[in-house]
């Protein structure tokens, strides 16, 4: 029996801190209605403290969110965890997040806080959320650029304090994956109190191994992954959700854990964010890129038409992909254009056929991509007319 790892999907929060990606209350009640049908466990709908229009936004999501947990966002602050428990109190399922910075780094030059003064508040934070509900998350900021053993004296004591969700986030996407699962497997051999709770990573992805890590993670005992759509996020952005759960389904021995994602959901929500974000998707992205089922080379196009398997280790139809796409370019072949014309309604003879080919090949040399309509000229003026 597989174990299950819980996603945690934080477009709406650090997907949101991209540049240029914030979202009104509205867009961010529709993404969380579709988030929810996509099947994430918990959704994290902002930073309650941060504005006026974040808390209003997190308090319409946990108003019309019901299967999966709302989370909010606070500094270990008395300020901004009455705030984050005012926008999310009345959720179904709701959850405070906190977090504080734990590695040497961010503890001298931003908080200007000593080792002690930050465990102290850290379990203060922790402490007084629970005063509010038993689903409160911890989160070491920078972890994985913090000394393993102070890390592991914060984890314990936020887990003695009463967290029930321990995050290590990699906050500036440094680590690399086999130093990261490390990391998660040190942890959990010297925190006492950890196999209570859910262990959790976030990554950041500025060296482009965010996914690479949190499989890592996984593989060490994470149970929790936080994740973007698009992978979108601060700087170079965060795990993407649908390349760590395509891997997981793609590969299912690799890692013996399972999720609640419904895969078919996956390219209609990436385009969503893209659409309500105004961030495209760069075309060759993995799983959601438009090139990620599209083929041009010749003998791709005749592989996949014979068994979609030769060259493609996915159905589309398992991110909602209806088929596969042959872009006519200069790699395509004789099969994959006879094949192509017939589904813009060109059923040609072999004669025709070989006519249409060589003034196709003749037009690929000077175009990237021979669209339909050039098809369609190329068919009336070398068929229709001779
Ligand atoms: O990257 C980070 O450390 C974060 C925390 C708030 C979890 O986003
Ligand atoms: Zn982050």
Request: net charge negative; proline share 3%.
């Amino acid at each position: 029996m597989k174990e299950k790892v819980y996603i945690l999907d934080t477009t709406l929060r650090d997907g949101e801190q991209s540049p240029g990606a914030s979202m009104n209350t509205a867009e961010k009640v529709r993404l969380a209605t579709q988030l929810e049908k996509l099947g994430v466990d918990a959704i994290e709908a902002g930073f309650p403290a941060a504005s006026e229009g974040d808390f209003e936004a997190v308090a319409e999501v946990a108003r019309k969110v019901s299967n999966s947990e709302i989370v909010a966002l606070a500094r270990a602050s008395v300020h901004d965890i009455d705030r984050a428990w005012k926008a999310v109190g009345h959720a179904a399922k709701p959850r405070i997040h906190t977090f504080l910075a734990t590695s040497d780094i961010h503890m001298q030059y931003k908080l200007n806080m000593s080792r002690d003064e930050v465990l102290k508040s850290a379990v203060d934070a922790v402490k007084y959320a629970c005063s509010f509900t038993d689903n409160v998350e911890f989160s070491a900021e920078d972890g994985s650029r913090s000394d393993p053993d102070f890390l592991c004296q914060v984890f314990e004591a936020v887990i003695n304090a009463g967290a029930k969700v321990i995050n290590l986030p990699d906050t500036v996407g440094y680590a690399v994956p086999h130093e990261f699962g490390e990391l998660v497997a040190y942890v959990r051999k010297n925190t006492p109190g950890i196999d209570k709770v859910i262990l959790s990573v976030h990554c950041h992805n500025d060296l482009g191994l965010a996914v690479a890590n949190t499989l890592a993670a996984i593989e060490n005992g994470a149970r929790q992954a936080e994740v973007t759509i698009n992978g979108i996020g601060e700087r170079a952005g965060n795990t993407s959700l649908e390349e760590l759960v395509m891997t997981l389904n793609t590969r299912p021995t690799y890692l013996p854990v399972t999720t609640a994602i419904e895969t078919t959901r996956i390219y209609r929500i990436s385009r969503l964010v893209s659409m309500i974000t105004g961030m495209p998707v760069q075309p060759n992205k993995a799983i959601v890129g438009a090139n990620a089922f599209a083929h041009e080379a010749g003998i791709h196009q005749h592989g996949v038409l014979a068994n979609p398997m030769t060259y493609e280790i996915m159905k589309p139809e398992t991110i909602g992909l209806t088929t596969s796409k042959l872009v006519m370019g200069k790699h395509s072949g004789k099969h994959a254009l006879h094949k192509h014309l017939k589904t813009i309604g060109y059923d040609l003879s072999e004669e025709e056929l070989k006519l249409v080919f060589k003034k196709f090949k003749e037009l690929a040399d000077k175009k990237k991509v021979v669209l339909d309509e050039d098809l369609e000229a190329l068919v009336n003026e070398g068929v229709l007319r001779t």
